[in-house]
């Protein structure tokens, strides 16, 4: 699918490897996340627009290029998603944060919403919604009918690790909404688990299990 980006990088795959791995602990996943959001961020990030300034070396005047035009936002989907906030901070320091809060119901597996607030004017930015974890689709599809309701034309999408089942329903969904992701895995188990993934990524975040 021509939307979708796998990012094939060795550093990106050899720390997904690290992250899926269960001996790996709260304090070197939460580490791992940020380095992976940071190098994605690179190639997401790729086609922003620049726009030429005049500025002064030691040496001479000159023409140099500066990002234009309003600033980058981002918007993690609560929980997981946070982890991925600072690693792109690193890159865009000037970046807003927007915050969707979802959790998938454990027996259906729909998301439900409980918190919503985005940068304004959110119809003037480009959006970079991060979610470690594209399973079945669901929070990732919801995250984005929020932003496009709140005005938010100009998205992209960000995960770690996506099931096809993910990608089929966001691509179905928001066909204009480029998705990066670090690895595209195998499948879903019966529980909704992306496997081989990397078990809840909430959960290994925050050390809530
Ligand atoms: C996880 C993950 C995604 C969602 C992916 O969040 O961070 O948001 O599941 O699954 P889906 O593609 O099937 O919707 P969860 O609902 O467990 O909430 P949490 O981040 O608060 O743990
Ligand atoms: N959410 C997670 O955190 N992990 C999965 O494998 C699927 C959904």
Redesign the pocket.
Known sequence: MDNVTVLSHPLIQHKITLLRDKRTGSKEFRELVEEIAMLMGFEAMRDLPLENIEIETPITTCTAKVLSGRKLALVP?????LGMVNGILALVPSAKVGHIG???DEKT?E?HEYYCKLPKPIDERLIIVL??????????TAAIDFVKQHGGKNIKFMCIISAPE?IRRLSEAHPDVPIYTGCLDEKLNQN?YIVPGLG????RIFGTK
């Open positions: 989907i609560l929980r997981a998603g979802l959790y998938r597996l998301p979610d470690p974890m594209l399973a079945t689709g669901g929070s990732a993910g909704g809840d990524a909430g959960d």
